[in-house]
């Protein structure tokens, strides 16, 4: 079945760049998206971006200018650059399968339509970063 | 940046009893709202997509309804193992998460 494991450093200290990287097995990374996403202690569920193997990448608007995803097909891995964190950057990240789904609903005249959705359908286990001196 | 805002945050309910969850989009998301269950010290688990649709290996109980900017997830009748946080994601531009409801005993 589909896995996947983050991994990197579990520190990092004020100012510098966290770096994980995302191990795919099961699933070759040439196929779907491939997203991180992040938990602050106690807090809910941040989107930070996903990469296509196509190199089509998107940003959350709000870390955007501090974040970089890149992919390593050859690897079947791919990673997250977080430049100059600060302590709000502490969080759980999690890595995490894309897919497009299709939907076949009922549409006007007895046809049918077929709709297109995102989800993200495995995710790795987690690994936690804390910023610190 | 589109806000999804989940209510209640908390939901106190008994197994067997059905709770109803409740997620409502700052604009329109059509039908692109997903569904999350998380329990603790573990990730994320796809529970509905496309609003209505059940993941692969999820129980019946489970059921989404909802279009344009309002969304429920219903569960029929909660078992033991249903008492955890589920979050709504909106796929409709960029990626957003609401902040979650905890559905406790």
């Known amino acids: 079945q589909v896995q996947l494991q983050e991994s990197g450093p579990g520190l990092v200290k004020p100012s510098e760049t966290l770096s994980l990287t995302c191990t795919v097995s099961g699933d070759s990374i040439s196929t779907n998206y491939w997203s991180w996403i992040r938990q602050s202690p106690g807090k809910g569920l941040e989107w930070i971006a996903y990469?296509?193997?196509?190199?089509?990448?998107k940003y959350n608007p709000s870390l955007n200018s501090r974040v970089t995803i890149s992919i390593d097909t050859s690897k079947n891995q791919f990673s997250l650059n977080l430049s100059s964190v600060t302590a709000a950057d502490t969080a759980i990240y999690f890595c995490?399968?894309?897919?497009?789904?299709?939907?076949?609903?009922?549409?006007?005249?007895?046809?049918?339509?077929?709709?297109?959705?995102?989800?993200?359908?495995?995710w790795g286990r987690g690994t936690t970063v804390t910023v610190s001196s | 940046e589109i806000v999804m805002t989940q209510s209640p945050a908390t939901l106190s309910a008994s197994p067997g009893e059905g709770a109803t969850l409740s997620c409502r989009a700052s604009q329109s998301v059509s039908s692109n709202v997903n569904w999350y269950q998380q329990k603790p010290g573990q990730a994320p688990r796809l529970l509905i997509y496309g609003a209505s649709t059940r993941a692969t290996g999820v129980p019946d109980r489970f059921s989404g309804s909802g279009s344009g900017a309002e969304f429920t997830l219903t569960i029929s009748s909660l078992q033991s193992e249903d008492f955890a946080v589920y979050y709504c994601q909106q796929s409709n531009n960029w990626r957003t998460f609401g902040q979650g409801t905890k559905v406790e005993i």
């Open positions: 995490a399968r894309e897919v497009e789904g299709i939907v076949v609903v009922p549409a006007s005249w007895g046809l049918k339509e077929r709709r297109k959705y995102y989800y993200m359908d495995v």
């Open positions: 990469i296509h193997s196509s190199g089509s990448t």
